[in-house]
């Protein structure tokens, strides 16, 4: 969590650091997820009890924040961590999804540093979220012209690499990072799409 302290709106922003991955709590029962440190930190932190399978007679009225960003590093062991921190949320604290409390913070993979625009002094520093990213700005630049060699990209390897301005300006700012909201369409699809992915009974679907 260093640089996500040292860069947040301490006014608004809390930050709780999470050390690897958390419980797969899919198939555990509410009581036993919070025997994990982590899960009761998490529930501690944001204010709310374990609720599952209550969408609408939740009292969040202790709610201590009012978006949950999961802020993970862009890779797959952060994939991994991010789905093990949205299967606590739907099932052991639906209401907080069903209510649009619960992001997923969404950091660049890639920098990207050219030089500055005609008729601007200032060289150009920008953000690629993906690979899909990263080439629409490298036809960008050759549409503009710009030598190949005097674009420098630069691969983040995780939140940790980036400094507490960097993390701020392109996953933090609210004015301008690109969070994604989790929203709940319809609880039965979601079951499905948790049971496979997380249920230790469809290993071999999972496979396939």
Known sequence: GGSGKQGRDKDTQAILPIRGKILNTWE????????SDTVNDIST??????????????????????KIFIMADADVDGSHIQTLLLTLFYRHFPALVARGHVWVARAPLYRVDAPAKK?????RKMYALNDDELDAIGKSMKKEGVAEEKVVVSRFKG?????PD???????????????????HDTGVANEAFDLMMSKKYAAQRKE
């Not at 555990?28 to 025997?35: C, I, L, P």
């Not at 599952?52 to 009292?59: E, F, N, Q, S």
């Open 28 to 35: 555990v029962e509410s009581h036993k997820a919070m025997e």
């Open 45 to 66: 932190a944001i204010g709310v009890d374990p609720h599952p399978g209550r969408l609408d007679d939740v009292d969040l009225s202790r709610l201590r924040y009012g």
């Open 119 to 123: 008729g601007e002094k200032a060289p």
């Open 159 to 163: 939140l940790g690499e980036m400094n």
């Open 166 to 184: 960097q993390l701020w300006e392109t996953t933090m700012n609210p004015d301008s990072r690109r969070p994604v909201r989790i929203k709940l």
